[in-house]
């Protein structure tokens, strides 16, 4: 009875152990799986959302980069299991012409057609993220000439250009400070690569992070094609007990 009573114990023991690690691991699976607003995927992936519902974790566009650049996310890196990214600082996406990792994608979660033109794949249409310049960090932006990261640049003058501005405080040098397009940076990641501060002063981040959106009140009266979208728009004035006033009385009257 003693002996039954005793492994009994132990069996529970080893069971309840059994469900308290259980627990844990598949907390942090789920914590895991979670999407990573910071993350880059690879050449053409779709909005984070769709590429989470279509990736398959298959990892051919892993196999297919011949520079290693794109993993596989694993237990540890805080980043949804089993799907690619990239961390440029480590290994930047070298922009080849053949895009080998997009094609080999089985389920479109790597929308092919998003970097073709005229029935050839085009590397730089591919917008996998934006680089940020840290003025701050940057010393170019100190004075101190450097010019790393629009060297690297494989559409230099294009994605980044060099700004000069004259030095105030020598009075005879000048500044020549990096400015990212954002219409045209791919979010390749050779630039943070090739930075020479200790932690890269240009990084690159997810575009729906890094840059602003306009709604649809706005309109570029210059753009002939922006300005076409409103072509149709009903004007609606709204009005004020002040712009009910003539403007010779509003200021006549201080505004008041």
Partial sequence: MEESRRKFLT????????????GLIWGAFLDEAKSDPLILRPPAALSEDE??????????????CPYET???????????????????????????????????CPTGALDEKSVTTNGELDINLSRMGVAVVDEKSCIAFWGIQCDACYRACPIMDVAIKLEYKKNERTGK?????????????????????????????????????????????Y????????????????????????????????????GL
């Fill in 219 to 254: 309109v570029k009266g210059w753009d002939k094609s922006d300005e076409a979208r409103v072509s149709e728009a009903k004007k609606k004035i709204e009005t004020t007990e002040i712009s009910k006033q003539k403007p010779v009385d509003y200021l006549n009257d201080g």
């Fill in 11 to 22: 069996q529970s023991l080893q069971t309840l152990g059994l469900c308290s690690a259980s």
């Fill in 70 to 104: 794109l993993k596989l996310a694993a237990p540890g890196d805080k980043k949804p299991l089993g799907m690619p990214f990239f961390e440029p600082r480590k290994i930047p996406c070298y922009m080849c012409e053949d895009i080998p990792c997009v094609p080999v």
């Fill in 173 to 217: 040098h000048a500044f020549l400070m990096p400015v990212v397009d954002s219409d045209f940076c791919t979010g390749c990641g050779l630039c943070e690569r090739a930075c020479v501060t200790k932690k890269a002063a240009i990084y690159v981040l997810p575009r729906s992070v890094a840059l602003g959106e306009v709604d649809s009140s």
């Fill in 51 to 64: 590429f989470l519902k279509k990736c398959i974790r298959c990892g051919l566009c892993v196999e297919a």
